[in-house]
Nanobody, 121 residues
């Protein structure tokens, strides 16, 4: 059974940094397409970053230069490093995975339960 568990969310002031982690069980993440998505209240879910989805690391324009993605195959963990956070980054962040190389808008098949990030001005 595939399971994704996010951690690391919390409250931070604008300009601060947070690292989210996604611990995966049930499969080895080495060759899986994985990503981070977020959803703010009243807004649609949006793709933040993907990795190993056919083209290395892809970041949404809104987070380029501030967020980075890393994958630790030995720990079966995906991390999202978020720097220079802005109030508009406030959202529930979800980790996702799939065998298919979906992009930021793709229908990933496996999802975590989410972790909240709140950025205050």
């Amino acid at each position: 059974q595939v399971r994704l568990v996010e951690s690391g969310g919390g409250s931070v002031q604008a300009g601060g940094s947070v690292t989210l982690s996604c611990e995966v069980s049930g499969y080895r993440i080495g060759t899986y397409c994985m990503g981070w998505f977020r959803q703010a209240p009243g807004k649609e879910r949006e793709g933040v970053a993907t990795i190993d989805c056919g083209e290395g690391t892809v970041l949404a324009d809104s987070v380029k230069g501030r967020f980075t993605l890393s994958k630790d195959n030995s720990k079966n963990t995906l991390s999202l490093h978020m720097n220079n956070l802005k109030p508009e980054d406030t959202a529930m962040y979800y980790c996702a995975a799939d065998e298919e190389p979906w992009g930021l808008g793709g229908p990933f098949g496996y999802w975590g339960q989410g972790t909240q990030v709140t950025v205050s001005s």
